[in-house]
């Protein structure tokens, strides 16, 4: 039997508050990335302070990247921002769930979307895991140097980002179950949620160029 989804559709024009003013949820969501934006703004300047004081370190650290795993890595990241979008474009139609197959893509709704980018970002954060263990294996820790302290800390700090995007990913599937119907309300976290991992997959291709494409 195919699964029909309960839902009302919501006019896309609702989902940013009123005509000719955004909801005060998407104002401040834009505010608090602006805040966390600076944050990475000043790993970046570390970043580039020690690597001008210590071009040598730099030099034989970088050595050990492995920039295949990590061009991949980063590939899924962003195809994971791909699928969050196209969970968005759901959740302006109202439509919560899927109307046909699995594998009928095109009759995805926002829970689908949004499932398959968690998946991707879980395997993003598997990836940086694995990556970790390896520099490990060859000496790149937290206290080594002044590369690692800054690679951890940079890239480190993005992952808790993506983990607390993963949650909020949780978060809005679980409660389109338990809502009786769709509402705007979760249109607008939806939204929000989106913005939160698009500024994360835009702050991860600044970390991939500065780490590991301008070594």
Known sequence: MTPVATTSVIPASRLHGQPNRPSQVTVGTVVWLSSELMFFAALFAAYFTIRAVSPELWELETAKLNVPFATANTTILVLSSVACQWGVFAAERGKVG???????FREWGLRE???LTYIMGAVFVAGQALEYVEL?????TLSSSGYGSTFYLATGFHGIHVIGGLIAFLLVIGRTFMARRFTHEQAISAIVVSYYWH??????VGLFLTIYALQ
């Open 113 to 115: 979307w949004f499932a």
């Open 98 to 104: 899927r109307t046909g197959k699995i594998w009928q």
């Open 199 to 204: 500024f994360v997959d835009i702050v991860w």
């Open 136 to 140: 490990v294996h060859h000496g790149i």
